[in-house]
């Protein structure tokens, strides 16, 4: 039979139109979505500054479509669906609550207004969190954790209390440094952002929301402000001209065209080792988590004892490829898999022994008790296996650190989310 081709997807109709600000225009479709349409349209200054763009509501498009595309591959949770034209996106359809959420490396632009006596160029450990609720005619004031959570706002039917503040900021920071972390490994220091979150009308979940562009960020090629690519450039201008106009729009594509580089997963392997093939299913395990990181894990069956040779020739085959790489040594009784490797590889090594009731406790020595000059770890947990390599290779991984830091977020949001509910029921 005749394979079927694909079947093609319809355009979004937009339905009527839900809101419109300086930049865009959000249309209902739906199943609780909604279009998401940029303007050819620049602005600066709560709209003191404005002028067209040809070009820039697809450019601002690409970049959004782009940015979410790489928070949801590492876990982030957001609103975006897909990008469904040059110049329009579909997201969930969210109430968004009127706080810009503003995370700060360095010390720059309106906080030295705001903040006499400290120089440019202070650097923020942990990053800066601010807050600046959304009022056009109050100039988009600098709220503090208190006034929000005293607004007893409700956007979507949920009240904005301490539990949501926390979750939003927490989620903040965590946004900024993964993104920081891509552009980092792309030679662009992320100086500031401001993102904003909204309420799925849907779920009643807080999600990431509205549009990330180069208007949301300052962005420096090299760490110099001199080669600022962001808005700002467009704020600058004493006078805008066509010329200085090309160029910001310059600046604007030159951004969307480095994000391209965000989303394809840097090589990077873990390679299990075991030493028989009856430890498979411990080595399936450790192998099943490191793909959740989206780290690719061969699984091979060698005996240091038995085999000597034809391991250091599986460890040299796996150096030789050029790619960063953590071995996992799984072997019980008298581990001599792991440090065999350790004591031949420049790559890191793991133990994680498949420790049995009998005679466990004496054989994990074999792991833990090792010649000088050996650098091998170990820990008893398949699970616990696979999240120390992929902290290794999140060093030099910006997606595997992602990933780690959207999964450490997503466990903490849970926790909190978990107290809330418990603390509702008791003051029931």
């Given at each position: 039979?005749?394979?079927?081709?694909?079947?093609?997807?319809?355009?979004?109709?937009?339905?009527?139109?839900?809101?419109?600000?300086?930049?865009?225009?959000?249309?209902?479709?739906?199943?609780?979505?909604?279009?998401?349409?940029?303007?050819?349209?620049?602005?600066?200054?709560?709209?003191?500054?404005?002028?067209?763009?040809?070009g820039k509501a697809a450019i601002s498009t690409a970049t959004t479509s782009k940015v979410f595309e790489f928070l949801s591959l590492i876990g982030i949770k957001n609103h975006f669906v897909r990008k469904e034209t040059d110049t329009a996106f579909v997201?969930?359809?969210?109430e968004m609550i009127p706080i810009e959420w503003v995370t700060r490396r360095i010390a720059t632009g309106s906080f030295l207004k705001r903040n006499p006596g400290v120089n440019e160029g202070y650097r923020f450990a942990p990053p800066k969190l601010e807050?600046?609720?959304?009022?056009?005619?109050?100039?988009?004031?600098?709220?503090?954790?208190?006034?929000?959570?005293?607004?007893?706002?409700?956007?979507?039917?949920?009240?904005?209390?301490?539990?949501?503040?926390?979750?939003?900021?927490?989620?903040?920071?965590?946004?900024?440094?993964?993104?920081?972390?891509?552009?980092?490994?792309?030679?662009?220091?992320?100086?500031?952002?401001?993102?904003?979150f909204g309420v799925d009308a849907e779920t009643g979940e807080i999600v990431l929301a509205d549009i990330i562009d180069s208007d949301s960020w300052r962005l420096w090629p090299a760490g110099d402000k001199r080669l600022m690519v962001d808005k700002q450039?467009?704020?600058?201008?004493?006078?805008?001209?066509?010329?200085?106009?090309?160029?910001?729009?310059?600046?604007?594509?030159?951004?969307?065209?480095?994000?391209?580089?965000?989303?394809?997963?840097?090589?990077?392997?873990?390679?299990?080792?075991?030493?028989?093939?009856?430890?498979?299913?411990?080595?399936?395990?450790?192998?099943?988590?490191?793909?959740?990181?989206?780290?690719?894990?061969?699984?091979?069956?060698?005996?240091?004892?038995?085999?000597?040779?034809?391991?250091?020739?599986?460890?040299?085959?796996?150096?030789?490829?050029?790619?960063?790489?953590?071995?996992?040594?799984?072997?019980?009784?008298?581990?001599?898999?792991?440090?065999?490797?350790?004591?031949?590889?420049?790559?890191?090594?793991?133990?994680?022994?498949?420790?049995?009731?009998?005679?466990?406790?004496?054989?994990?020595?074999?792991?833990?008790?090792?010649?000088?000059?050996?650098?091998?770890?170990?820990?008893?947990?398949?699970?616990?296996?696979?999240?120390?390599?992929?902290?290794?290779?999140?060093?030099?991984?910006?997606?595997?650190?992602?990933?780690?830091?959207?999964?450490?977020?997503?466990?903490?949001?849970?926790?909190?989310?978990?107290?809330?509910?418990?603390?509702?029921?008791?003051?029931?």
């Amino acid at each position: 039979m005749a394979a079927q081709p694909p079947t093609k997807r319809m355009k979004a109709e937009p339905g009527k139109k839900l809101n419109e600000g300086k930049t865009k225009i959000v249309y209902e479709l739906p199943n609780f979505e909604v279009l998401l349409q940029s303007k050819d349209r620049i602005t600066a200054h709560n709209a003191q500054m404005v002028n067209q763009m040809v070009g820039k509501a697809a450019i601002s498009t690409a970049t959004t479509s782009k940015v979410f595309e790489f928070l949801s591959l590492i876990g982030i949770k957001n609103h975006f669906v897909r990008k469904e034209t040059d110049t329009a996106f579909v997201a969930r359809r969210c109430e968004m609550i009127p706080i810009e959420w503003v995370t700060r490396r360095i010390a720059t632009g309106s906080f030295l207004k705001r903040n006499p006596g400290v120089n440019e160029g202070y650097r923020f450990a942990p990053p800066k969190l601010e807050y600046f609720y959304k009022d056009d005619e109050a100039g988009d004031p600098e709220w503090s954790y208190a006034q929000i959570v005293e607004s007893k706002m409700k956007p979507g039917g949920r009240l904005i209390g301490p539990h949501e503040v926390d979750i939003m900021g927490r989620a903040t920071v965590t946004v900024f440094e993964v993104l920081e972390k891509a552009w980092a490994a792309l030679d662009c220091s992320l100086i500031d952002m401001k993102i904003e979150f909204g309420v799925d009308a849907e779920t009643g979940e807080i999600v990431l929301a509205d549009i990330i562009d180069s208007d949301s960020w300052r962005l420096w090629p090299a760490g110099d402000k001199r080669l600022m690519v962001d808005k700002q450039v467009y704020r600058n201008l004493k006078e805008v001209t066509d010329e200085a106009l090309l160029q910001v729009k310059r600046n604007f594509e030159w951004v969307a065209n480095k994000l391209d580089d965000f989303i394809p997963t840097p090589k990077a392997q873990v390679v299990v080792l075991m030493g028989s093939a009856s430890d498979l299913p411990h080595g399936e395990k450790i192998k099943n988590e490191c793909v959740s990181f989206g780290i690719h894990c061969d699984l091979r069956v060698t005996s240091a004892h038995k085999g000597t040779e034809e391991t250091l020739r599986i460890l040299k085959y796996y150096e030789s490829l050029g790619i960063p790489a953590v071995f996992v040594a799984v072997a019980g009784r008298s581990n001599g898999l792991g440090p065999v490797l350790s004591g031949n590889a420049t790559f890191p090594v793991i133990n994680c022994p498949p420790v049995k009731a009998d005679w466990g406790p004496q054989d994990v020595w074999s792991s833990l008790r090792l010649p000088s000059g050996l650098g091998c770890t170990t820990t008893l947990s398949p699970e616990g296996a696979a999240w120390q390599a992929a902290q290794i290779l999140g060093m030099t991984n910006h997606v595997v650190w992602g990933r780690i830091r959207a999964r450490q977020l997503n466990t903490w949001i849970g926790l909190k989310e978990s107290d809330r509910k418990l603390q509702e029921s008791l003051d029931k």
